[in-house]
């Protein structure tokens, strides 16, 4: 009954802001974050965020995005500033948790399409 809920995406210009949200239930994940797959593309990590809050990010985002998590209310949320035309993906909620030795349960979210225009 695990469930990830993206919401937040939308077209925007070039420069211009979104902040996405993901609400999760079912359980506590001990590191979420945001992937995104840009049309033809592979799916790439963009942030993720452990339960104590230790960030990282993929070079190209860093100083332009800041992910966040309110474990309160087991939620991630990624803001999105000075946003280029490269951002343009379907961006996926992302979460897992460790299982036993090196395998690891993940789950993903629907996805949300963010749409940059120039």
């Known amino acids: 009954q695990v469930q990830l809920v993206e919401s937040g995406g939308g077209l925007v210009q070039v420069g211009g802001s979104l902040r996405l949200s993901c609400v999760a239930s079912?359980?506590?994940?001990?590191?979420m974050g945001w992937y995104r797959q840009p049309p033809g593309k592979q799916r790439e990590l963009v942030a993720t965020?452990?339960?104590?809050?230790?960030?990282n990010y993929t070079d190209s985002v860093k100083d332009r995005f800041t992910i966040s998590r309110d474990n309160a209310k087991n939620t991630v949320y990624l803001q999105m500033n000075s946003l280029k035309p490269e951002d343009t993906a379907v961006y996926y909620c992302?979460?897992?948790?460790?299982?036993?030795?090196?395998?690891?349960?993940?789950?993903w979210g629907q996805g949300t399409q963010v749409t940059v225009s120039s």
């Open positions: 992302n979460a897992r948790n460790p299982y036993r030795g090196n395998i690891y349960i993940t789950y």
């Open positions: 079912g359980s506590i994940f001990s590191t």
């Open positions: 965020i452990t339960r104590e809050g230790i960030t």
